[in-house]
């Protein structure tokens, strides 16, 4: 296939195949049933999920650059919790690092690929809505796309795949923030805006995400739930919020801040995450 400018080389579904099939052959795992991917500061949730399996480079994985940004782990750790096998994506890369879409979005098509049926996407955010606070998680319910980038752009999707325009409602699937909630009955709701990112918004920005409806912000898994979608998998999606978003309060923002609350919250996490694991 012919490269569109700015598009991968390699055909993105037939890369993820490619991924899964060295991730196959490195683990001895034939079928994973769920992937997560970790976000800025979620590390603690690769320990804790069950009893690893096999333990590899991310970056071993056709298709898989290290990640880089602070917070971010360069693991494909496999896990079993209960009877699910998991696929736990230990960084992920952004936009912002100047990947494309389809480069964002390649650990979801691998999990797919390697029999996933579901994912559970997480992600560090700055709190919108007032009402939240900072060092808990947040269930995602519905997302903003307003990177200006999509993963169903470029080249149609190939033969034997679903077409490009996939159904986004009940994006985030309702049985699984039913089972999220049932765990974890004080777990908020809040729809989550994902930015091309880079810098943290200016407080007119916040203002303008309120007044669309964002209760959260960040910059990631907006093209991960769309490529997840397309291609039949449920979504979870789990956002901490490591700060309040910039004019919500008066306190600066900082990275090594994010961490830091991430870091303290880990224990709560996990135990969410495992036990939506165990009952998927
Ligand atoms: N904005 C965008 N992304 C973020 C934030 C924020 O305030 N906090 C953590 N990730």
Redesign the pocket.
């Known amino acids: 296939m012919v490269a569109h400018p700015g598009q991968d080389p390699v055909e993105p579904f037939a890369h993820a195949v490619e991924a899964a099939a060295a991730l196959r052959t490195a683990t001895g795992i034939d079928q994973y049933d769920v992937a997560v991917v970790l976000g800025?500061g979620w590390a603690a949730a690769a320990e804790g999920l069950g009893s690893v399996v096999a333990d590899l480079d991310l970056s071993e994985l056709p298709g898989f650059p290290t990640p880089r940004v602070a917070g971010h782990r360069n693991l494909a750790r496999s896990v079993q919790a209960g009877e699910t096998m998991v696929l736990v994506l230990g960084g992920r890369v952004h936009l912002y690092e100047e990947y494309t879409p389809a480069e964002v979005v390649h650990g979801v098509r691998t999990a797919a690929a390697a029999g996933c049926r579901g994912v559970i996407l997480t992600?560090?955010?700055?709190?919108i809505n007032p009402a939240l606070s900072v060092g808990a998680p947040v269930l995602i319910a519905d997302q903003l796309n307003l990177t200006g980038r999509s993963p169903m752009s470029g080249p149609e999707p190939p033969a034997g795949r679903p077409g490009r325009f996939c159904d986004m409602t009940d994006a985030y699937g309702p049985r699984l923030r039913a089972l999220a909630r049932e765990l974890d009955p004080g777990l908020t709701e809040g729809v989550y805006a994902g930015?091309f990112?880079g810098a943290?918004?200016t407080p007119a920005e916040?203002r303008m995400l309120a007044g669309l409806g964002a209760d959260?912000?960040?910059?990631?898994t907006v093209l991960e739930a769309i490529a997840a979608r397309h291609l039949g998998l449920e979504v979870l999606g789990l956002s901490?919020?490591?700060?309040?978003?910039?004019g919500v309060t008066d306190a600066p923002?900082a990275?090594e801040e994010?961490l830091a609350v991430a870091a303290g919250a880990g224990p709560a996490l996990v135990e969410l995450i495992g036990g939506v694991l165990r009952r998927w």
Request: aromatic share 4%.
């Open positions: 800025s992600n560090a955010a700055g709190g930015m990112g943290y918004e916040v959260v912000v960040g910059m990631s901490l919020v490591t700060n309040m978003a910039a923002l990275h994010v």
